[in-house]
């Protein structure tokens, strides 16, 4: 994916677990997989996390966003790729 610093991007994510929520912690990443900082994970709501993606400070540069869910000893994980061009 592909965005300019002026848009504003909204992150939604589904997660579906049996009874209890998870605990999500997510990062944002340079290329290298270095963490630049963690992102202020709201509540989920009907299931669904929806935040919002600073995109608007960051440089031309490929980034990644991180999420981390854990439930107990079970934990998953997912990297996302994105590209923010001028």
Do not use: C, H
Request: proline share 8%; charged share 25%.
């Amino acid at each position: 994916m592909r965005f300019r610093p002026t848009e504003r991007v909204l992150v939604e994510l589904e997660v579906q677990t049996p009874g209890e929520m998870p605990q999500i912690k997510v990062e944002l990443l340079n290329a290298k997989g270095d963490v630049l900082r963690g992102l202020d994970v709201p509540p989920l709501t009907g299931g669904k996390l929806r935040m919002p993606l600073p995109v608007g400070s960051l440089a031309n540069s490929t980034y990644v966003l991180k999420v981390e869910a854990a439930l107990g000893e079970q934990s998953a994980e997912q990297w996302v790729a994105f590209r923010i061009a001028r």
